[in-house]
Structure formats: C-alpha cells, structure tokens
C-alpha cells in the first residue's frame, strides 16, 4: 500500500482532458517536499514528466501540467493523444518513513 | 547526455546475493551535486526506492530494505553498484538505475533512468 494514493486507472477519448489524483499526507504532500511525476510507457523505463510540482523538463510537450495544493497533488494532460497511453506515477518523500516515495501508479487510456 | 546502463545475472537463487552494476556515460559520475540510484519495479507493480549514494558521502536505503541492502561507488569505471542479500522471490523485479537530483531539501527527483534489467529470483 503506497502512502501516494492514485487511481489505478482513468482514460479519455482524443483530444479530451484527464486529471491524474496523488493523494498524500502531512508527512510527505502536506511536508512541503515537492512532488515529482514520471510517465511509463509500454515496457520501458520511467521518464521525468514533470519535476518541482508543475515544471516541465525540456522535450516534454506543454499538454502535461501538474500543480500541488494542500496534501494533495495533481496532473494534467489536454488534448490526449493515442500515445500518452502509459502509466503514470507521482513521487515524493515521506519524513514518517525517510524514504522517498512513489504512487501506486494510474493507467491512462486512450478510448 | 548522461545514459545509464545496468547489468548483472538475470537469475539468482533464493538466500543468495543479487549483485547489479550500473555504468553511467555522457558525464563524470563525480561531477555535479548528484547522488546514484537504485529503484525497483515487480512485473505489473509499482515503483520502490532502494537506495542512493553520494560520490562524495554516504549511502542511505530504504528503512524497508536496510539490513539488507548495500551500494557501493567506483569512480574510477564511473559505475556504481547494488548488492541485496538473502534474496526471495519477492525480489524478483525490474530494477533501474537512476540520477538522482536535489535542487533543494525538500525538492529530489530521479533523472534520467537506465532501461532496467528484470532479475528473477529462483531455484
């Protein structure tokens, strides 16, 4: 059981928004630490999407925005596209467990 | 751009000891504010933070995994390495090497990440 909690799953049709939920707590979202997300596409490794809760790194496509409110943090994506079919997990660190933390993960589909 | 590359046995025996490599190119592996690490994935599961070293510092690990685990440096081959002990099938996973970046105490993420190697854990 992760401490970040996502939705396994969520999906769109083309072209359609989708928001990604990472829930967290007062020991690692509501800390004040940043929260980080990566995109996992079909077997391959993870990938920084977005680092420091709603910076892009260069190459990635400003469809992806994400933001940080409270104990929780969120993703975006606009305008879905076929091939941001993949999984996506939020990170963090938790001051309780002095670990640094991933989200269960969420599947997008892309209908 | 700093590419990483992990490798090792694919297969190792339960009770033994898992032993990966990861060699970092495109960059010094001294250079820079950067620590080294180590994160895990079972098939069709999440990610799990193993552990990361400092080239010029000490390692810290997963309380999780602790006794258990130990990563080490070479700056000489610019690789680092993972070495987890008494191993069982509940080890068996992907594992990544990653870059891993504070640009603050409260702000670390990993980038990039190597392409993984899958280890199972069997007789």
């Known amino acids: 059981q992760s401490v970040l909690t996502q939705p396994p799953s969520v999906s769109g049709a083309p072209g359609q928004r989708v928001t990604i939920p990472c829930t967290g707590s007062?020991?690692?979202?509501?800390?004040?630490?940043?929260v980080h997300w990566y995109q996992q596409l079909p077997g391959t490794a993870p990938k920084l999407l977005i680092y420091?809760?709603?910076n892009r790194p260069s190459g990635v496509p400003d469809r992806f925005s994400g933001s940080k409110s409270g104990t929780s943090a969120s993703l975006a994506i606009t305008g879905l596209q076929v091939e941001d079919e993949a999984d996506y997990y939020c990170?963090?660190?938790?001051?309780?467990?002095?670990?640094?933390?991933f989200g269960g993960g969420t599947k997008l589909t892309v209908l | 751009q700093v590419q990483l590359q992990e490798s090792g046995p694919g297969l190792v025996k339960p009770s033994q000891t898992l032993s990966l490599t990861c060699t970092v190119s495109?960059?010094?592996?001294?250079?820079?504010?950067?620590?080294w690490s180590w994160i895990r994935q079972p098939a069709g599961k999440g990610l799990e933070w193993i552990g990361r070293?400092?080239?010029?510092?000490?390692?810290d690990y997963n309380p999780s995994l602790r006794s258990r685990v130990t990563i080490s440096v070479d700056t000489s081959k610019n690789q680092f390495s993972l070495k987890l002990s008494s191993v069982t099938a509940a080890d068996s996973a992907f594992y990544y090497c990653?870059?891993?970046?504070?640009?603050?105490?409260?702000?670390?993420?990993?980038?990039?990440w190597g392409q993984g190697t899958v280890v199972t854990v069997s007789s």
């Open positions: 495109g960059g010094s592996i001294s250079s820079g504010y950067y620590y």
């Open positions: 990653a870059r891993f970046y504070c640009s603050s105490t409260t702000s670390c993420y990993f980038d990039p």
């Open positions: 007062s020991s690692n979202i509501g800390a004040d630490y940043d």
């Open positions: 990170q963090s660190h938790d001051s309780t467990l002095s670990a640094w933390v």
């Open positions: 420091g809760n709603s």
């Open positions: 070293i400092y080239t010029r510092g000490n390692a």
